[in-house]
């Protein structure tokens, strides 16, 4: 089955944007040029769709925790990690798939956050390795497939490294589906 009906299920939002006026500790001015952190927060909105009178009668989602990135340094040279997840209990005997869709983006690889016009790739992952993409199966990504029952599962995030950003709040919406 797919989806009728959209129910937010996490927000998460990260810190201010880095005041043009102010420079964090470790910045330091080389050349006439700025060095240093240069911050942007980041967010993201996790929606489920489940048929209406499937969700009543088979499937509830319990909890989530969304994925919040934090701040993103443009001079780190580790990618930023974070992790959130979803539980939903089914009856037993359903079978059921978690689908998560491209978001903002026009491909799953990468997939975008948005802050007016500035980007900042990223992408959600099934494995803590961060190389199996979630997404709809399709496009070399793949979906979450449970047996039933009561299931948590953890969305692995990465924003990988060596992006030029400018500072500021970067979100992205992301639909979950469950299909049993």
Do not use: K
């Not at 040029?33 to 489920?48: F, I």
């Not at 799953?108 to 016009?117: D, E, K």
């Not at 039933?148 to 990988?160: C, E, K, N, S």
């Amino acid at each position: 089955m797919s989806g009728a009906f959209a129910t937010p299920i996490a927000t998460c939002a990260g810190p201010a944007q880095l005041p043009w006026g102010s420079l964090p500790a470790d910045s330091a001015v080389e050349a006439g040029r700025l060095r240093g952190r240069l911050t942007a927060a980041v967010a993201l909105l996790l929606l489920a769709l489940v048929p209406r009178g499937a969700w009543a009668q088979n499937c509830r989602i319990e909890s989530v925790t969304g994925v919040t990135f934090g701040t993103y340094d443009v001079y780190s040279v580790n990618a930023l990690d974070s992790v959130g997840s979803i539980t939903w209990h089914c009856s037993p005997s359903a079978a059921t798939q978690i689908a998560l869709s491209r978001g903002s983006s026009a491909t799953f690889n990468p997939r975008t956050l948005l802050s007016a016009t500035d980007v900042l790739n990223y992408n959600l992952y099934l494995d803590a390795a961060r190389t199996m993409i979630w997404g709809d199966g399709t496009g070399g990504t793949l979906v979450y497939t449970s047996s039933g029952g009561r299931v948590t599962v953890t969305i692995f995030g990465r924003i990988p490294t060596g992006q030029d950003v400018v500072p500021g709040s970067y979100a992205d919406t992301v639909t979950a589906v469950l299909n049993f």
